[in-house]
T-cell receptor, first 117, second 116 residues
Framework: GAVVSQHPSWVICKSGTSVKIECRSL??????MFWYRQFPKQSLMLMAT?????????EQGVEKDKFLINHASLTLSTLTVTSAHPEDSSFYIC?????????????FGDGTRLSIL | AQKVTQAQTEISVVEKEDVTLDCVYE???????LFWYKQPPSGELVFLIR??????QNEISGRYSWNFQKSTSSFNFTITASQVVDSAVYFC?????????????FGTGTQLKVEL
């Protein structure tokens, strides 16, 4: 149980392109999903908390207009990197938590490696 | 403020050796939860364990064991008879109600390399 699917796994695209990443909880409902960014050999950096049916909560320093988050259902959140540039290249990973407990484990997707040329 | 410290950046062992990964945390909460995650080279994070602050019993799951010492604010992870497949980055994480509510605070991770 508690499977989170993230798609796509890899994206290579030109500078200026917008890229959408999907995060789905396959066997449970997730009121809250999280988006992280991870640079090589570093820990996870929380970018934003995605709440179903409401606006995402962004961490300090994360550009809301750059990283658009939509959480339209209890099983799907999307992250759109708008007008991506080489400095946006990174590993993006989402997680989801069961709706009924904020202290429950977060279950992670497989991550998306984004390369902007 | 909450903080998780994993002082060991990288550990290398030979297969079949036992290895302990250290985790020290700081929190003002009396109720909190501690987690360990494994991140293999493929990138996904795999949930290993959740432990609440009121349960100081050590836990064993196969070759994995966890030692929770509230007195020293530590939640160490031991792999017995390590195998090459254990090679990964291991993250310790903390959740507490005053730590932003929804957020996990991650340590910086320990890279474990198990060699033949």
């Amino acid at each position: 149980g508690a499977v989170v699917s993230q798609h796509p796994s890899w994206v290579i695209c030109k500078s200026g392109t917008s890229v959408k990443i999907e995060c789905r909880s396959l066997d449970f409902q997730a009121t809250t999903m999280f988006w992280y960014r991870q640079f090589p050999k570093q820990s996870l950096m929380l970018m934003a908390t995605s709440n179903e049916g409401s606006k995402a909560t962004y961490e300090q320093g994360v550009e809301k207009d750059k990283f658009l988050i939509n959480h339209a259902s209890l099983t799907l959140s999307t992250l759109t990197v708008t007008s991506a540039h080489p400095e946006d290249s990174s590993f993006y990973i989402c997680s989801a938590r069961v709706s009924w407990g904020s202290n429950q484990p977060q279950h992670f997707g497989d991550g998306t490696r984004l390369s902007i040329l | 403020a909450q903080k998780v410290t994993q002082a060991q950046t990288e550990i290398s062992v030979v297969e079949k050796e036992d290895v302990t990964l250290d985790c020290v945390y700081e929190t003002r909460d009396t109720t909190y939860y501690l987690f360990w995650y494994k991140q293999p080279p493929s990138g996904e994070l795999v949930f290993l364990i959740r432990r609440n602050s009121f349960d100081e019993q050590n836990e064993i799951s196969g070759r994995y064991s966890w030692n929770f010492q509230k007195s020293t604010s530590s939640f160490n992870f031991t792999i017995t008879a390590s195998q090459v497949v254990d090679s990964a980055v291991y993250f310790c994480a903390l959740w507490g109600p005053t730590g932003g509510g929804n957020k996990l605070t991650f340590g910086t991770g320990t890279q474990l390399k198990v060699e033949l």
